[in-house]
T-cell receptor, first 113, second 114 residues
Framework: DAKTTQPPSMDCAEGRAANLPCNHS???????VYWYRQIHSQGPQYIIH?????ETNEMASLIITEDRKSSTLILPHATLRDTAVYYC??????????????WGLGTSLAVNP | DAGITQSPRHKVTETGTPVTLRCHQT?????MYWYRQDPGHGLRLIHY???????DKGEVSDGYSVSRSKTEDFLLTLESATSSQTSVYFC?????????????FGNGTRLTVT
């Protein structure tokens, strides 16, 4: 079972900020939060990740609550090209070399003109 | 974009035939992964490799084998294809297994088993 919970779909107006929430209430102290997105028929694309602190890169910002039980991915000025499925994932450290990522079904974001 | 090439991009094959999918990377990353993606399911890990000739099973490994004889190539073989293996297959790479290292994905192989 996925260890994160996301709304199945969201809409956003072009040019506005898109705020995608994610709950990961059972996250442990050494687990990172990752965000990926998948545009139809392409491979997932890495967006951003964080452990405790808020993070920002050229694509997005990641806000992690102080208790680390939830996070929000922010696309500051959404464009039509940001229409995609967005996955929030907790990176589990398995035994040995296996880092297991549990993928849920993500949030389907539609950016509307 | 990370230098990951999957081949073929599309394949149709018959039940019972062996099929090999190839993943080639130019990033010299140590870790490589094969996932499958099906409607109603998240990405599921089939096999992964943590170095040349070092591989291990993921959560849905039955009916699949892998080989990695060079850093840059990771092969996925369906020993005897079945209709349940109709799926989109993604290869991914990462520099390390640790939480700091993101996965980078190829653009997938769409396999249809008739």
């Amino acid at each position: 079972d996925a260890k994160t919970t996301q709304p199945p779909s969201m809409d956003c107006a072009e040019g506005r900020a898109a705020n995608l929430p994610c709950n990961h209430s059972t996250i442990s102290g050494n687990e990172y939060v990752y965000w990926y997105r998948q545009i139809h028929s392409q491979g997932p694309q890495y967006i951003i990740h964080g452990l405790k602190n808020n993070e920002t890169n050229e694509m997005a910002s990641l806000i992690i609550t102080e208790d680390r039980k939830s996070s929000t991915l922010i696309l500051p000025h959404a464009t039509l090209r940001d229409t995609a499925v967005y996955y929030c994932i907790v990176s589990l450290l398995g035994a040995g070399n296996n880092r297991k990522l549990i993928w849920g079904l993500g949030t389907s974001l539609a950016v509307n003109p | 974009d990370a230098g990951i090439t999957q081949s073929p991009r599309h394949k149709v094959t018959e039940t019972g035939t062996p099929v090999t999918l190839r993943c080639h990377q130019t990033e010299n990353h140590r870790y490589m992964y094969w996932y499958r993606q099906d409607p109603g399911h998240g990405l599921r890990l089939i096999h992964y490799s943590y170095g040349v000739k070092d591989t291990d099973k993921g959560e849905v490994s039955d009916g699949y084998s892998v080989s990695r004889s060079k850093t840059e190539d990771f092969l996925l073989t369906l020993e005897s294809a079945t209709s349940s293996q109709t799926s989109v297959y993604f290869c991914a790479i990462s520099e390390s297994a640790g939480g700091m290292s993101p996965l980078h994905f190829g653009n997938g192989t769409r396999l249809t088993v008739t």
